[in-house]
C-alpha cells in the first residue's frame, strides 16, 4: 500500500537520504539520534561525547527547518533581543550563535552596534551565513567559547543563549572565564537549569551571585514551558570580575 500524501518518510528512506546528502557519518548520527530516544544514557555515551561533533552533524540546515518550525523559538528569540536592546549596548559578542536566530532578532532593534558572534560548528555558521545575509549583518567567527580570541574587555555585552548548558561542568566554567574576560559591562545569558542526554543543566545566576556580581534582573523566560528551569540573566560585570 502507498504511503499517505504529505506524511513523512520512513527511517529507511530517510536514512538513505541523509546518506547520500551528506555521508556515512551523518547518516549514522542520525540513525542513533532515531533509535536511542528513550536511552538518554546511552545517548549521551555514543552522541554527545564531543559537544562539537554533535553539533557539527546536527547543525545546518536539518536544525534550521526543525527550529524555524517552532513558534516558541521565534518568540523566545524575540523577547531576548528586546530584553537585551534595553541596556543599549554599544557592542555585543554573541558565543555559540547557531544558524543565527538572536542575531537577527538583536539586528532590527540595534541597527547600529557592532555585532561579533562565535561558533564552533562549521555547519551552523554556513547556515547562519545564508540566514543573516538578509540585511542582518554580523562577524561571524569560527572558534570555541573556551578560549575566546578577543583581548580584554573589548565587547561591551557578551550573550549566551542556550551554550553552556550543553558543556560538561570544566568547559562550562571556561566559557564562563572567558565572558568576564572578554566583557565590559553586561554578560547575558539564556540557559535551562535541568539536565538530559545533551544538557548538563546550571544555574547561571547563582554562578555570578557566588562570584559578587550583581544580576541586572534573573527569571524565566515567559514562552518557556516550564519556568522552573527556564532561566535568563543579565550580570553586571563592572562589579567584581
Known sequence: MDSIVGSPPVVPVRAWRALRSRGVEYAWHKVLRRSLGNR????RRFLYADPRKYWTL???????????????RSLRAEWIAERLAAYR????LEVGCGYGKLLAALRSRLIDVPL???????????????????GHDALLILSRGERLPFPDRCFDMVV??????????????RIRRELIRVGRRFA????????????YGYDTAG??????LILAESGPIPMDADPRTSQFCVALLDHGA
Do not use: C
Request: a negative charge; proline letters at 7%; hydrophobic letters at 30%.
Open 160 to 173: 549566551t543563549s542556550a551554550v553552556i548548558m550543553h558543556n560538561p561542568p570544566e568547559a562550562a566554567g
Open 188 to 199: 547575558a545569558h539564556n540557559e535551562e537549569t535541568d539536565s538530559s542526554y545533551n544538557r
Open 207 to 212: 554562578w555570578y551571585r557566588a562570584r559578587g
Open 89 to 92: 549596548p554599544t557592542s555585543i
Open 116 to 134: 561579533v558572534a562565535v561558533d564552533f560548528s562549521p555547519t551552523q555558521l554556513e547556515r547562519a551565513e545564508g540566514f543573516l545575509r538578509r
Open 58 to 72: 546536527r547543525g545546518g540546515d536539518d536544525y534550521f527547518r526543525e527550529q524555524e518550525g517552532q513558534e516558541a
Open 40 to 43: 538518554p544514557a546511552w545517548k
